[in-house]
T-cell receptor
Framework: AQKITQTQPGMFVQEKEAVTLDCTYD???????LFWYKQPSSGEMIFLIY??????QNATEGRYSLNFQKARKSANLVISASQLGDSAMYFC?????????FGTGTKLQVIP | DVKVTQSSRYLVKRTGEKVFLECVQD?????MFWYRQDPGLGLRLIYF???????EKGDIPEGYSVSREKKERFSLILESASTNQTSMYLC???????????????FGPGTRLLVL
């Protein structure tokens, strides 16, 4: 079985500051993928970033980076220079062999 | 751009009714998924399909069935709707489940179902 844990139900961040959203995972599969998705109030899930379990370097996509610590089984999302449009729900997800699991999400609110 | 569409954004049904939720993707993706999303519970996988006429149970398949007669279309069926099936339903597709970035899922806008 695989499990994703997001322990922060909600967070606030000042505009232009960086913020880290936590994600820990558990799996017995040696090969897996870790994803982050954003869900604005409109409801549509948007892919942000991907990290493979064998990737040596942390993934980056523009202002998003994934702090991957395999030994700790963590895959935290870092958003640099927060913008008002970053206010949304953020979900961490894991894929394994014919499996996919999402976390419960973190609601991020960016304060002007 | 990948486009995933769902037949309705909002739906109101009565207890005991048979409900069909339709999902169509236009990128020739192999895999399609149905989730329900409830506050505090995140997304929970109901069913997925990795090929036409193939289906696999997810974490919460009870009370639901699915149909995939064509590659682009994946239907979720509530045989006899109950009030505890009131939820947001999200459909997604992905190119593959063979691993890697190709497992990225593309989501539809969701259907908010209210069962009275």
């Amino acid at each position: 079985a695989q499990k994703i844990t997001q322990t922060q139900p909600g967070m606030f961040v000042q505009e232009k500051e960086a913020v880290t959203l936590d994600c820990t995972y558990d799996t017995s599969d040696p090969s897996y993928g870790l994803f982050w998705y954003k869900q604005p109030s409109s409801g549509e899930m948007i892919f942000l970033i991907y990290q493979g379990s064998y990737d040596q370097q942390n993934a980056t996509e523009g202002r998003y980076s994934l702090n991957f610590q395999k030994a700790r089984k963590s895959a935290n999302l870092v958003i640099s220079a927060s913008q008002l449009g970053d206010s949304a729900m953020y979900f961490c997800a894991m894929t394994g062999y014919q499996k996919v699991t999402f976390g419960t999400g973190t609601k991020l609110q960016v304060i002007p | 751009d990948v486009k995933v569409t769902q037949s309705s954004r909002y739906l109101v049904k009565r207890t005991g009714e048979k409900v069909f939720l339709e999902c169509v993707q236009d990128m020739d993706h192999e895999n399609m998924f149905w989730y329900r999303q409830d506050p505090g519970l995140g997304l929970r996988l109901i069913y997925f399909s990795y090929d036409v006429k193939m289906k696999e149970k997810g974490d919460i398949p009870e009370g639901y069935s699915v149909s995939r007669e064509k590659k682009e279309r994946f239907s979720l069926i509530l045989e006899s709707a109950s009030t505890n099936q009131t939820s947001m339903y999200l459909c997604a597709s992905s190119p593959t489940i063979a691993g890697g970035r190709e497992e990225t899922q593309y989501f539809g806008p969701g259907t908010r179902l209210l069962v009275l």
